[in-house]
């Protein structure tokens, strides 16, 4: 769906509960589609809302919209002057094209990784599915055989370049 307001687009991820989806550059939830990763039912397009996308440094310091490409703000005079770590991070996320169409909220809000868990669907058909696809297993950490219950523990990783960078500028996010 293509909402036109902050509220619309919100009111359609609670009603839709964990059958939404949000799209902003698409370069990780498309490919997680693809891999039937995800299979949404709802898919709520971000770019249809105007202004998300924004840059601003005034009183109360530096200002990115949630939907402003990493290319932006690498090529922003005033992050590469101010803020040159932002500027090195968001240089550093993949190729050109995942920084192109890349967002700031989609590069903060990305899914975890693991090499188990993201891969094509015929791929992870060979072994059983792991904790993180509801079955029953971690492939990287295996339930050692002690008898004791272990926690059904997913061990998959955080991998955005720009949230290390954030926390160390102390950045706030702003409804
Ligand atoms: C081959 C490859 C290499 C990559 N390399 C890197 C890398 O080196 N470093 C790195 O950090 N990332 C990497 N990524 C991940 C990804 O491309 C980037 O993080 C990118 O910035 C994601 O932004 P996007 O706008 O395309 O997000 P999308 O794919 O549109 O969304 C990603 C997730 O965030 C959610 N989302 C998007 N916008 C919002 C919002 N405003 N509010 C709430 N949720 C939101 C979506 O629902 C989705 O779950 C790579 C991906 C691929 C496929
Ligand atoms: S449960 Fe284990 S195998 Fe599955 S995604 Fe998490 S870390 Fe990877």
Request: proline share 5%; aromatic share 6%.
């Amino acid at each position: 769906m293509e909402p036109k307001t902050l509220n619309e687009a919100a009111k359609a991820l609670v009603s839709q509960r964990k059958g939404a989806a949000l799209l902003a550059g698409g370069t990780d939830l498309l490919v997680n589609m693809k891999q039937r990763v995800f299979q949404p039912k709802v898919v709520i397009n971000l770019k249809t809302i105007p202004k998300l996308a924004y840059l601003s440094n005034g009183k109360g310091g530096l200002r990115v919209g949630a939907l402003t490409t990493l290319y932006d703000i690498a090529s922003s005079s005033t992050v590469q002057e101010k803020f040159p770590a932002l500027c090195q991070a968001a240089r550093a996320v993949g190729a050109y094209a995942h920084q192109a169409m890349g967002t700031l909220g989609g590069n903060l809000c990305q899914e975890n990784r693991c090499r188990f868990y993201n891969q094509s669907a015929f791929w992870r058909g060979v072994k059983s599915p792991c904790y993180k696809a509801g079955g029953d297993i971690c492939h990287v950490v295996p339930a050692r055989p002690t008898g004791g219950r272990k926690p059904k523990e997913c061990h998959s990783t955080y991998c955005g370049d720009m949230a290390p960078v954030l926390i160390a500028l102390d950045a706030k996010s702003r409804w």
